[in-house]
């Protein structure tokens, strides 16, 4: 007879976007099966490793375990990849779920295979990406989401995940440090906070910022409206200080609160505009309205921000760009393509904002 799987351990290390995208998932996960919530008499504990920076995305799941990765000291290394199949194996895991995929948790899963423990772990699709990008006999066609192969991980562990009525927490209560910050709360029906990040890991993922400038000014004209600028680094911040000017109803809250309380000001955003970057999967795992600008990235390579509309995504031009998309994760540049994104007018953007606005609450 099978074992029964009582507990399981899931891996995600890196990077924020991508461990913010599991968070619907282990959310339902443990809404469904987990050990206080199931219906069955299955409950599962489960036990989420990852970065010790990314603890907050979990904070408010009941019942998951976070275990905290130690990349710089215990967990360094190979010898440290065995110390930590040594710490998780203590915990008397049934199951190992490795939603990552690289070498680190290769290492780890293995382990667990020597020692009779069933493990998963997730396809990344890398064919049919690469397929995607590619600029000769380009196959332009939606890969599954990310999402979708994580859920496919617990299904092959025998947990069918049902995500089509997905619950967020509720919105977060901000602390007099935020509020003194960023000013009323909590605030009126008409006024409505717009979340601004206009920053991503490569530049080929990045609005123009003299195009940024022009759908800042167009929403601050209207003074019921509050834009709240995210980034973090020295040079986003002064970048951002420029953004909002002089400005009273824009306000650059990067590297002015601590991770937390940025989570628990995004939850209270009624719209999140963002790159195709970490803070889109950080709104969309809070139940916040993203909407997302696409450059050398495109939504079919399986990252589009969960539970959102497609017409949220505002992409370039392919007929002027065909060859888009040219990178997975933007870090591949193509000569001519680095005035794609110009094809997304600010007009455009502002437009696609504001009718999340207007149907806020309604």
Do not use: C
Not at 189 to 205: C, L
Not at 222 to 234: C, E, P, S
Not at 306 to 324: G, H, I, Y
Not at 334 to 342: L, N
Request: overall charge positive.
């Amino acid at each position: 007879m099978a074992r029964k799987i009582k507990h399981i351990a899931a891996i995600r290390l890196s990077a924020m976007g991508d461990v913010a995208m599991t968070v619907p998932v282990i959310r339902a996960f443990m809404e469904q099966f987990g050990s206080e919530n199931s219906k069955m008499d299955t409950g599962v504990t489960l036990t989420f490793i990852s970065n010790p920076f990314f603890k907050p995305f979990f904070d408010d799941i009941p019942n998951v375990n976070f275990f905290a990765f130690d990349a710089k000291n215990r967990h360094k290394g190979f010898l440290g990849l065995i110390r930590l199949f040594l710490d998780l194996k203590k915990l008397k895991i049934d199951a190992f779920a490795d939603l990552h995929n690289v070498l680190r948790s290769k290492v780890v899963r293995n382990l667990f295979i020597l020692n009779g423990i069933k493990v998963i772990s997730v396809n990344k699709g890398r064919a049919g990406k690469r397929a995607l990008i590619r600029s000769k006999n380009k196959i332009f066609t939606q890969q599954p989401t990310t999402i979708r192969r994580y859920v496919k991980v617990f299904r092959k562990l025998g947990f069918t995940i049902d995500l089509s009525h997905p619950n967020f927490p509720e919105k977060a209560s901000l602390d007099p440090e935020i509020v003194n910050l960023i000013g009323e709360f909590p605030k009126s029906r008409e006024t409505k906070w717009i979340g601004i990040a206009p920053f991503a890991q490569y530049d080929s993922k990045v609005y123009p910022i003299d195009l940024m400038q022009e759908v800042i000014n167009q929403l601050a004209e209207n003074k019921n409206n509050k834009i709240l600028l995210f980034g973090g680094g020295a040079k986003e911040i002064k970048i951002l200080n420029l953004l909002s000017g002089e400005k009273e109803n824009v306000i650059n809250v990067a590297g002015k609160i601590k991770f937390q309380q940025e989570l628990h000001l995004i939850s209270n955003l009624d719209v999140m505009l963002s790159m195709d970057s970490g803070n889109a999967h950080i709104a969309a795992m809070l139940g916040v309205k993203v909407v997302t600008l696409w450059g050398a990235t495109h939504p079919f390579s399986g990252f589009a921000p969960f539970n959102q509309p497609v017409e949220n995504t505002l992409l370039s031009d392919r007929e002027l760009f065909p060859k888009l998309p040219t990178s997975v994760y933007g870090n591949k540049k193509v000569e001519g393509y680095e005035d794609a994104m110009r094809t997304i007018s600010p007009e455009m953007v502002v437009n696609r904002v504001l009718n999340q606005i207007a149907d806020f609450g309604i």
